[in-house]
C-alpha cells in the first residue's frame, strides 16, 4: 500500500493497521488520502454522511478543499454513509432537513461539471479504503480498455474447458455490423454447407506470417486460421 493518509484521518489509519503511511502531503492538495503515480496525483475527500459532509459545507472546509483540489490530476470525492428520506425525498437528519436527495445529486453534479471531482459513495470507512486501492490500482495501468473489449462468454467453452470453433466463430461474427447471435448462427450453417467452413471469409495471410505478429502464438493462429481456411 503506497497511499499516503492524512493524519485527521486516525480511524481510517487505524484500519490499515502496520501498512499505514500517515502524512501530512494529503492536506495540502484538499484531501484525506493522496495517491503518487507515474500517471499524475490522485487526492480523495473522505466525507462521512451526513454528519460530516453538512459540517464541512457550514463552516467553509468544502470551499478550500475544493480550490486545494485543483492542483490534482484526478479528483475523487468519497461520500460515506448513507442517508435516510421521507416520502418527499426529504433527508431525516436534525438541522439538514431541507436537503432533498435532488438537490444532494445536483450538487455531486456540480462537483463534477464545475470542478472536475468525481462522487463515488461507500457504506463504511473499509469500503472507503478498498476504493482508495482500487484508484491507486487504477492509476497504476498504462492503459484501460475493457470499454472497447468485447468481452468473451463462458458459453464459448466446451465442457473440457476449451474454445468450441462454432462458438468462437458465432462469437466473431457478432463483432459485425447488424449481426446478432441468431443470425451468426444462420451465417455460419449456410457457410459449413456451402463452402465447408463456418466463417464465410478469407484472408491472405500464411500461418508463418501470422506467427510474426506480435503477441500471437502458434496455437492461435491455428485458430484463427482454421476459421478463415
Same mark, same amino acid.
Given at each position: 500500500?503506497?497511499?499516503? +493518509?492524512?493524519?485527521?484521518?486516525?480511524?481510517?489509519?487505524?484500519?490499515?493497521?502496520?501498512?499505514?503511511?500517515?502524512?501530512?502531503?494529503?492536506?495540502?492538495?484538499?484531501?484525506?488520502? %493522496?495517491? %503518487?503515480?507515474?500517471?499524475?496525483?490522485?487526492?480523495?475527500?473522505?466525507?462521512?454522511?451526513?454528519?460530516?459532509?453538512?459540517?464541512?459545507?457550514?463552516?467553509?472546509?468544502?470551499?478550500?478543499?475544493?480550490?486545494?483540489?485543483?492542483?490534482?490530476?484526478?479528483?475523487?470525492?468519497?461520500?460515506?454513509?448513507?442517508?435516510?428520506?421521507?416520502?418527499?425525498?426529504?433527508? %431525516?437528519?436534525?438541522?439538514?432537513?431541507?436537503? @432533498?436527495?435532488?438537490?444532494?445529486?445536483?450538487?455531486?453534479?456540480?462537483?463534477?461539471?464545475?470542478?472536475?471531482?468525481?462522487?463515488?459513495?461507500?457504506?463504511?470507512?473499509?469500503? +472507503?479504503?478498498?476504493?482508495?486501492?482500487?484508484?491507486?490500482?487504477?492509476?497504476?495501468?498504462?492503459?484501460?480498455?475493457?470499454?472497447?473489449?468485447?468481452?468473451?462468454?463462458?458459453?464459448?467453452?466446451?465442457?473440457?474447458?476449451?474454445?468450441?470453433?462454432?462458438?468462437?466463430?458465432?462469437?466473431?461474427?457478432?463483432?459485425?455490423?447488424?449481426?446478432?447471435?441468431?443470425?451468426?448462427? @444462420?451465417?455460419?450453417?449456410?457457410?459449413?454447407?456451402?463452402?465447408?467452413?463456418?466463417?464465410?471469409?478469407?484472408?491472405?495471410? +500464411? %500461418?508463418?506470417?501470422?506467427?510474426?505478429?506480435?503477441?500471437?502464438?502458434?496455437?492461435?493462429?491455428?485458430?484463427?486460421?482454421?476459421?478463415?481456411?
Amino acid at each position: 500500500m503506497s497511499f499516503l +493518509t492524512a493524519p485527521t484521518e486516525k480511524d481510517a489509519l487505524k484500519h490499515q493497521g502496520d501498512n499505514a503511511i500517515s502524512s501530512s502531503l494529503p492536506e495540502k492538495y484538499g484531501a484525506d488520502f %493522496l495517491i %503518487l503515480t507515474p500517471n499524475g496525483k490522485c487526492g480523495i475527500q473522505r466525507k462521512h454522511f451526513p454528519e460530516d459532509f453538512f459540517a464541512s459545507l457550514k463552516d467553509g472546509r468544502t470551499a478550500r478543499e475544493v480550490a486545494l483540489m485543483k492542483q490534482l490530476d484526478f479528483r475523487v470525492w468519497v461520500i460515506e454513509g448513507k442517508g435516510y428520506y421521507d416520502g418527499q425525498g426529504r433527508l %431525516l437528519s436534525e438541522g439538514n432537513s431541507r436537503w @432533498t436527495k435532488s438537490a444532494l445529486r445536483n450538487l455531486s453534479r456540480s462537483l463534477w461539471t464545475q470542478h472536475g471531482i468525481m462522487c463515488e459513495y461507500t457504506d463504511d470507512v473499509d469500503d +472507503t479504503l478498498s476504493v482508495v486501492r482500487e484508484w491507486e490500482a487504477y492509476l497504476k495501468k498504462q492503459k484501460h480498455i475493457s470499454l472497447l473489449t468485447r468481452q468473451k462468454d463462458k458459453k464459448l467453452e466446451d465442457e473440457w474447458g476449451k474454445f468450441d470453433k462454432r462458438a468462437f466463430a458465432q462469437f466473431f461474427l457478432q463483432g459485425l455490423p447488424r449481426v446478432g447471435v441468431d443470425r451468426a448462427g @444462420t451465417i455460419i450453417d449456410y457457410s459449413l454447407e456451402k463452402l465447408g467452413k463456418p466463417v464465410p471469409m478469407s484472408w491472405d495471410i +500464411t %500461418l508463418e506470417d501470422m506467427c510474426k505478429i506480435y503477441g500471437i502464438g502458434k496455437k492461435t493462429a491455428r485458430t484463427l486460421m482454421e476459421l478463415f481456411e
